[in-house]
C-alpha cells in the first residue's frame, strides 16, 4: 500500500498524541486547566461577600418593605391561645387527607421533624422526651384528637409552650401533610386501642 508522505506525518503526529495522552496520567481529582477564567466564574456577587453598591456594604439584602417572598403568604394571627383557637374556626387543610402521598409525604416530615419528641406513634416517647425534655402529650389522646386541623396549624406555625415554631422548617403544604398524618395516628390508635390513650404522658403540660 502506498502512502503519502503527508499522511506518514499525520499517523506518527495521531500516534504521538495517543502515546502521550497514554502516559501523561492525569489527576482526573484536580480541575482542569483554566482558559479565560472570567468566563468560567459568575460574576455575580456572593451571598456573603462585601458589596459596595449597597449603603451597608453588604450583598445580602432584606426584602424591599411590602414585598412577599415567594410561598411565604403572611399568616394574620398571633401567638396565643385566643388566635390558635381563632385558627381552628377559619383554617381547613387544602389537602385530601387520605390521599396517599399527603399520607406518604406527612409521615416523612413527621419521622424528621416531630418523631424526636413525639415519638413514631405520637405517643410523646421519642429519644428527645426520653432524655429529659419535657415530654409532650400524646398526639392520639383525647384532647389533641379533639383539636381541630387549624389549630394544630396554628400549634406547628407558632409553636406551643415548650414546642418550638415549625414555621421556617416546613412549608404550608407539609405543615397540612403532617397534619394528615397524625389523623392517620389517631385512627390507628383507636384501632388498637380503645380509650387507655387518652390520658396525656407524665409532666405534658397543656395549654
Ligand atoms: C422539641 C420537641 C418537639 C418537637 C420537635 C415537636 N413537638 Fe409538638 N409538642 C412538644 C411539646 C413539649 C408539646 C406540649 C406543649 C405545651 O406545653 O402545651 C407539644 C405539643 C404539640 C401539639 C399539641 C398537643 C395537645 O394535645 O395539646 C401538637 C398537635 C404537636 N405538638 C404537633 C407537633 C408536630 C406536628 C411536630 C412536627 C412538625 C411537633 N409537634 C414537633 C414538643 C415537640
Not at 22 to 35: C, H, K, L, M
Not at 123 to 148: M, S, T, Y
Not at 177 to 192: D, G, K, M, Y
Request: aromatic content about 8%; charged content about 20%.
Amino acid at each position: 500500500m502506498f502512502m503519502r508522505p503527508i499522511d506518514v506525518v499525520l499517523l506518527l503526529a495521531l500516534l504521538a498524541c495517543v502515546l502521550v495522552t497514554w502516559t501523561a496520567g492525569r489527576d482526573f481529582s484536580q480541575p482542569n486547566v483554566e482558559f479565560l477564567p472570567d468566563m468560567a466564574h459568575s460574576v455575580a456577587y456572593d451571598a456573603y461577600a462585601p458589596n459596595p453598591n449597597f449603603p451597608d456594604g453588604k450583598t445580602l439584602q432584606a426584602p424591599p418593605a411590602g414585598t412577599i417572598p415567594r410561598d411565604l403568604m403572611p399568616l394574620h394571627y398571633a401567638a396565643t391561645p385566643e388566635d390558635a383557637a381563632r385558627a381552628g374556626r377559619e383554617l381547613r387543610s387544602p389537602l385530601v387527607g387520605d390521599d396517599p402521598k399527603v399520607l406518604a409525604r406527612g409521615a416523612f416530615v413527621f419521622a424528621s421533624f416531630c418523631q424526636p419528641c413525639h415519638g413514631p406513634t405520637g405517643a410523646g416517647d421519642g429519644p428527645v422526651a426520653r432524655r429529659g425534655f419535657p415530654p409532650p402529650p400524646p398526639l392520639v389522646a383525647k384532647h389533641a384528637r379533639q383539636l381541630r386541623d387549624g389549630q394544630i396549624f396554628h400549634v406547628v406555625t407558632y409553636g406551643q409552650g415548650n414546642m418550638p415554631s415549625h414555621a421556617t422548617q416546613l412549608s404550608r403544604r407539609d405543615r397540612w401533610c403532617v397534619i394528615a398524618h397524625i389523623r392517620e395516628l389517631q385512627r390507628r390508635s383507636s384501632a388498637t386501642r380503645p380509650v387507655s390513650s387518652s390520658k396525656p404522658a407524665a409532666g405534658g403540660k397543656r395549654p
